[in-house]
């Protein structure tokens, strides 16, 4: 069993996680929800799309102006209060690699602490487990929060995912959060280049034979733009073909921006798989 917030999803559910980034400066939306108005209206959007639950963030994952933790709580904590107000069952989650921050954003209502960066900070997963919440453990080679990778090289990049992602699964265990609402996530892009993040995708069942429930955040990114050649506007069809190779291999949970396209692209999966029933059956029989 996976849980996210109240949300108990079962053996071979899928969960749409929509992307509501409150930063004027993100590589997809360029700060169209920047605005708190613009923010809590893309928040009933998503929800009216299919999302399963809301991510926010506060900061952009690639090299840009400098956000201290301060800023990082001005931007994001009041939203996920807002957030919380207007939907007191959606699952929300918190993206930030900072203690103080996911503290703050825990209290005021997220469920899950989505930490990008590879537990840099010790004491995240105390935090999350102290406010009873989720944890998303994902590889990123080892790099500090926001710096791009450069000739980075692994023996095994799939063992590599697998042994950082299960280690930092189990401390969190071990530090309180409950085993059931910690995932792990091959951290498509971080610490790799466009290689590596289509060997972990292909091989992504071996991230899921370990047992943790697996998060994939595969949207638009540049290892999409590098194997089709096409710019970030041009990356949906790339995105969605990655989304339904990782769901058909296991995976539980995948950060979206484009959600009513995900969540068709989830539901034909399942359908595929015989998990889902198709909305309607008439052709050959009426």
Sequence with gaps: MLRIGGLDVPDGGFV????????????YDRGATFAMAAALGRVDQVVAEGADMVDVGGVKAAPGDDVDPAEEIRRTVDLVAAIRAAHPTLPLSI???????????????AD?????????????????????AGLVCTHAGGLPPRTRPH?????????DIVARTTALAEAAVAAGVDRERVMIDPGHDFGKNTRHSLEATRRLDEMVATGWPVLVA???KDFVGETLGVPLEERLTGTLAATAVSAWLGARVFRAHDVAATRQTLDMVASI?????????????A
């Design 112 to 132: 899950v602490v989505n930490d990008a960066w590879g537990g840099v900070d010790p004491d995240l997963a105390a935090v999350a487990a102290e406010a009873g």
């Design 95 to 109: 993206d930030t690699w900072r203690a103080e921050v996911a503290r703050e954003a825990l209290a005021a209502g």
């Design 218 to 220: 595969l949207s638009n």
């Design 273 to 285: 798989r015989g998990t889902r029933p198709p909305v309607r059956t008439v052709r050959g029989l």
């Design 151 to 159: 000739r980075v090289q692994y023996d095994d990049v799939v063992a």
């Design 16 to 27: 749409l996680m929509a992307i509501v980034n409150r930063t004027p400066d993100s590589f």
